[in-house]
């Protein structure tokens, strides 16, 4: 049972405040939808840490969009729809390619500095792109985009910056959204958002896996929250394990782009074979899911807990330039990349499927809108084409906006009383708990997944099933209930895809099945708290 509400609460007794447009996350989709709505009306950025612990800030290799000359939409659609594996929405890849490319140029116009080579912008290669058209800042894109933003919005009094602020949970009736129920993390204070628009930018979900290259932010609380409230999910048995996370004991798993075997490096095993050309005939730079698995296969084989990524096809001097960050951070850990080999394993990065919208953000719920890894129109099908997801951020957020300005909510209803008082009173162990749903989740829904493990982890899932009734009254527990209720819905739609298909492989059932399975499995919470699948059409 999954309930409406994690804490008691009336708001009555709460302070409350106005905005135009509550926005949940400080990465590219939040940061840039902030950018665009502060010309419509005020604007709150709500961000559970500081505005840079995003993913965002951390994404290496870059961001795609047909600029080069010798590139173009229709090539870069292809590709998107090649890698989403069959069940892309073809109108939500059209929109990406054809309005991309503008909204990277405004991003230029803003600041972010991307490479040059002779004064022309460079492109770099990642995996399944069939061309060079990935613009990069080093292998630091995602800081140079959110530091050109946050830049952008800095001196603008219409958009209030709201650090340390964690969404308890929107706020609804009769399905319609009208503000949320936000934890200040200071203070502890407890405060109601009203907004005319509220927009979810809330980011991804990888710390349901133990392993992964996402921040310790990216709880799954805007797929939770916006479930809980009655929004529709979808695709989100996708989830993309990147194959290259640095693999030290102790350190955290820091990405290894992959940009990095787009610039030659190969992959070999402990014993030293390069491996990936035994495995598919695009070698190291097959789509994402081919080669995390082929890494899997090599790691079991040799009974190891990890590859290596060679970077001696590359000249050192030229790897130390093109990727600064990847060589500062494995210096702290005492390897030179110019001369020695990464130790790699994979490692949860990116969710496909989200919050469902249609192609203008909008969710099942009115006045609730989505972009950005937390959301899903099925731009990315089973499986996201590389750098396709800074792309994505931006021009679902931008749409979002385009729509808002002529369909805002004209004024809130008088009566904006809303209250619970169903949850009980308890301590959760949230350590514990969080450690044994990233276990679960790793082992029995991780990157080869089989009937009968999913099952073992529904059982597994149960058994914590009595924690989401219980009082949330701190951050730790607002995500530990978010990690559990987002594990249950990618375990339940795991299990009912009996196929394999771009993130998601069953051991079980190892074919695409198009007869049974070209089409997105939905979820929803209907008003007794129970979990509702249903299929939604491939358009
Ligand atoms: C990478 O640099 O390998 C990650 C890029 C992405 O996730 O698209």
């Not at 972010?112 to 292998?139: M, P, Q, V, Y």
Request: charged share 25%; net charge negative.
């Amino acid at each position: 049972m999954i309930p409406r509400y994690i804490s008691n609460f009336d708001t009555k007794g709460l302070p409350q405040r106005e905005t135009d447009f509550l926005i949940i996350g400080s990465g590219i989709a939040g940061l840039y939808t902030a950018l665009k709505a502060k010309a419509f009306g005020t604007v709150t950025v709500l961000t559970k840490k500081k505005l840079k612990d995003t993913n965002t800030e951390r994404a290496q290799g870059g961001i795609a969009a047909a600029i080069h000359s010798a590139d173009s939409p229709a090539l870069h659609r292809a590709d998107t729809l090649e890698a989403g594996a069959g069940i892309c929405n073809v109108d939500a890849v059209e929109v990406l390619v054809n309005e991309g490319p503008e909204r990277v140029r405004e991003l230029i116009e803003l600041g972010a500095n991307f490479d040059r080579l002779d004064g022309k912008l460079a492109f770099t290669r990642e995996a399944a792109h069939s061309r060079r058209r990935i613009l990069h800042a080093g292998d630091s894109t995602g800081e140079e985009i959110q530091n050109a933003l946050a830049k952008s919005l800095s001196e603008d009094d219409k958009v209030e910056f709201l650090e340390f602020h964690i969404v308890i949970d929107l706020l609804t009736r009769d399905n319609v959204c009208y503000g949320a129920l936000v934890r200040n993390n200071f203070t502890g204070e407890i405060v109601v958002y009203y907004a005319r628009a509220v927009v979810l930018a809330a980011g991804g979900a990888g710390q349901v896996f133990e392993n992964t290259t996402n921040p310790d932010v990216a709880t799954g609380d805007g797929i939770s929250m916006a479930f809980r409230a009655g929004a529709s999910v979808m695709d989100v048995e996708f989830v993309q394990f990147h194959p290259t996370a640095l693999y030290l004991p102790g350190a955290p798993r820091f990405l290894i782009s992959e940009a990095v075997r787009g610039e030659g490096a190969v992959l070999r095993n402990i014993r030293g074979e390069r491996f990936m050309p035994n495995y598919h005939p695009g070698a190291e730079l097959a789509s994402r899911d081919i080669v995390a698995r082929a890494i899997r296969s090599e790691m079991a084989e040799t009974g190891s807990s990890h590859v290596y990524l060679d970077l001696s096809p590359m000249a050192g001097e030229k790897v130390k330039k093109r990727f600064p960050t990847i060589t500062k951070t494995c210096a702290q850990y005492g390897i030179d990349i110019a001369n020695e080999m990464i130790p790699v394993a994979p490692a949860a990065h990116y969710m496909m499927g989200g919050v469902h919208t249609n192609l203008n953000g909008e969710t099942s719920v009115k006045g609730l809108y989505a972009c950005g890894e937390v959301a899903c129109q099925g731009v990315h099908g089973a499986n996201r084409l590389a750098s396709n997801s800074l792309l994505d951020g931006l021009v679902f957020g931008y749409r979002i906006i385009e729509y808002c300005k002529d369909n805002l909510a004209k004024q809130q209803p008088d009566n904006r009383h809303f209250r619970n008082q169903e949850q009980m009173t308890w301590q959760i162990q949230t350590d514990t708990v969080r450690q044994k749903i990233k276990d679960l989740m790793w082992n029995k829904v991780g990157i080869v997944r089989d009937g009968y493990h999913l099952q073992k982890a529904v059982a597994e899932l149960n058994e914590l099933d009595e924690i989401m009734s219980y009082e949330a009254s701190s951050a730790e527990d607002i995500e530990v209930i978010n990690l559990i209720t987002l594990s249950n819905l990618i375990t339940k739609a795991a299990l009912m895809r009996t196929e394999s298909r771009g993130g998601h492989f069953r051991e079980d059932f190892t074919l695409k099945d198009d007869v049974h399975w070209k089409k997105h499995i939905g979820l929803r919470r209907n008003s007794g708290g129970e979990l509702v699948a249903f299929e939604l059409e491939v358009s």
